[in-house]
């Protein structure tokens, strides 16, 4: 009679292993087939894993920073509206005296000096064709605009917004800048700063043609100051600086 062997029990092929009953497969004898998973199962998950961190952090930081606001590169910024004014009026500074010309046969009336030769080259051309333009007032300082503005008021009983209607407080004057100028109809001095001014040869003359003499009508109808229409008022625009004074005053 053969005993049993004692001791370790041999390593079982896979073929002896099959025939072995179930319950002792699975307590007593390790499965020939490995249960780790393959490496590159391990490396991919963990790189997924990764890329989800990453994409959380990215999303997290962009919704807690500002927004960026890209500028095209031609762009320019708009000037920020002028919101010094006062009664409607901008403001000007005082011309240097030394930019001053004469314009008219006294010598009282002055002009910057690119005004004035702008002026009497359109004057002469008016005659030309037979009609007569008279100076009423030019540079102004903001001195005289005071007794302009504060004594008519005075005279008249105007309250200060019915006068601003009609003349700038001082330091609001476009005839501070000396590119301004009152005109009037030398065989008609009756409409002498009167909107009756624009009935006569000489205000359909400049209609027609100060625009060549780079001369533009400061306060039209309905414009947008709100200052009574002045047919008579008109301002130079011929040079980098008359441009720059008015329309930098009003913010375009």
């Not at 409607?88 to 008219?104: M, N, Q």
């Not at 008279?134 to 005071?146: A, H, N, P, T, W």
């Amino acid at each position: 009679m053969n005993l049993p062997t004692t001791g370790k029990s041999k390593k079982l092929s896979a073929s002896s292993f099959d025939d072995l009953p179930e319950a002792v497969r699975e307590t007593d004898v390790a499965s020939p087939i490995s249960k780790r998973p393959a490496r590159w199962v391990v490396v991919a998950a963990a790189a997924i894993v990764g890329l989800v961190g990453l994409i959380l952090g990215i999303r997290a930081l962009q919704n807690n920073s500002s927004p960026i606001v890209t500028v095209p590169p031609n762009a320019t910024a708009s000037p920020p509206p002028n919101t010094d004014r006062v009664l409607g009026h901008y403001t000007y500074t005082e011309a240097p005296e030394k930019e001053l010309e004469s314009i008219s046969a006294d010598g009282g009336i002055k002009l910057r000096t690119a005004a004035a030769r702008a002026y009497t080259a359109m004057v002469a051309a008016a005659q030309a064709d037979g009609v007569s333009i008279g100076v009423l007032s030019g540079f102004r300082s903001i001195k005289e605009q005071e007794g302009l503005f504060f004594e008519v008021k005075q005279e008249r009983s105007q309250s200060v917004t019915d006068r601003a209607n009609v003349s700038a407080p001082p330091g609001h004057s476009e005839h501070h800048t000396g590119y301004a100028i009152d005109m009037g109809d030398g065989n008609v001095p009756a409409t002498n700063l009167s909107p009756d001014f624009e009935n006569t040869a000489a205000f359909k003359w400049l209609e027609s043609n100060a625009a060549k003499y780079s001369f533009e009508l400061s306060f039209p109808k309905n414009n947008i100051q709100g200052v009574t229409y002045e047919p008579w008022h008109w301002r130079f625009v011929g040079d980098r600086t008359s441009l720059e004074t008015f329309f930098k005053a009003r913010g375009k």
